[in-house]
């Protein structure tokens, strides 16, 4: 039997990384924003779920003030997102891997603090380990910089990229003094 993935969030993106999980040998089923999860997870059974991908979605606050505008961002995009995770969690196989993309692409009326959305992601993560406590289920934040077949190739490792870091770290060049060389791998080992 094949390894199945649920993917949500914004159309445009679940059409995008859909096609790079089917490449990468997953059965995928889709619940863009605008497609309801609960049908998408309905014909799941409970700890099958070999692997979610949690791509961002596009809130369009209109509240009357900045408060009620940030608020409904909030509602609509971050914790929207734990709703979501907390639907999927118990369809998670035991070796189940969870990739929450980072970002949501945000009216310009609105403030963010990309940093505190991460922080919130993490915090979703390991919310998620918590809840699947006895699984080995993995759970992994990941910048929404991060292309469909990069997405794809860490849904395959289970969130597990060290194989590609050591491939970079390798690849730096031999010339280098310390202090640049440093500089170059402190670059590759950035917190996204």
């Known amino acids: ?7 949500t969030g914004s159309e445009e993106r679940v059409d995008d990384v859909a096609p790079a999980l089917e490449k990468a040998g997953f059965t995928v089923l889709r619940a863009p924003l605008s497609g309801s999860l609960a049908d998408a997870c309905a014909g799941i ?9 949690q791509l961002p979605t596009v809130p369009h606050p209109s509240g009357p003030s900045l408060i009620a505008r940030v608020r409904q961002f909030l509602r609509e995009g ?10 999927v969690a ?13 970002g949501n692409i945000q009216e310009a009326a609105t403030p963010d603090d990309r940093h505190a ?6 915090v979703l993560a390991r919310a998620i380990l918590a809840e699947c406590t006895g699984a080995d289920v993995r759970a992994v934040v990941v910048g929404d910089d991060r292309s469909a ?3 794809a ?15 970079e770290v390798a690849a730096l060049p031999g010339d280098l ?3 640049d060389w440093q500089r170059e791998f402190l670059s590759l080992t950035t917190e996204e």
């Open 45 to 53: 059974e409970p700890r099958t779920l070999d692997c979610y991908v």
């Open 153 to 167: 190739e860490i849904a395959v490792r289970r969130g597990d990229e060290s194989a590609k870091k050591a491939a």
């Open 149 to 151: 077949a990069d997405i």
């Open 117 to 122: 959305r991460i922080d919130l992601l993490r």
């Open 90 to 102: 118990p369809l998670l196989a035991e070796n189940g891997c969870v990739v929450l993309v980072a």
């Open 78 to 87: 971050l914790l929207a997102r734990f709703d979501a995770a907390a639907t």
């Open 1 to 7: 039997m094949g390894l199945t993935a649920l993917v």
């Open 177 to 179: 003094n310390y202090a």
